[in-house]
């Protein structure tokens, strides 16, 4: 009896494990999609991504690049100070986007160009993501607001 007891409760822990490894393994899925790296151009430059991968790329608008073409499509350059990607987009820009802004775009890098589903701009005359100036530091090319109203 005390046999049986002892093998129907490995059987219980057995069975628990492989559903706790099962539920795991559908969580992290699920997620794939769900999870964007940032890369800054530098990063991006330095080792370039597979052109399947979604990922968010921030840094600032670099002067005289923006190109409005027909419709709705727009090409610009995004710069961190030690390197600069080509960035094409389709859609409406947000208001306050524009050159020497900081910006960040979700898409994915395909030959030699980011092609941007989705661009966010900073919400306010101060702000900027963390991201952006994290890499704009790192570049050495980061320069607070005059203001005194914080970054972040």
Known sequence: MKGLKKQRRIQVIAIAVVALVIATGLIGYAMRDGINFFRSPSQVAEVAPPPNEVFRLGGLVAEDSLERGQGETVRFEVTDGG?????VYTGVLPD???EGEGMIGTGRYVNGVFEATEILAKH???YMPKEVVDALKE???YKAPTDGVATN
Do not use: H
């Not at 390197?83 to 960035?87: D, E, L, S």
């Open 96 to 98: 306050l986007f524009g």
């Open 124 to 126: 306010d005359e101060s």
């Open 83 to 87: 390197a600069t990607i080509p960035v």
């Open 139 to 141: 570049q050495g090319v």
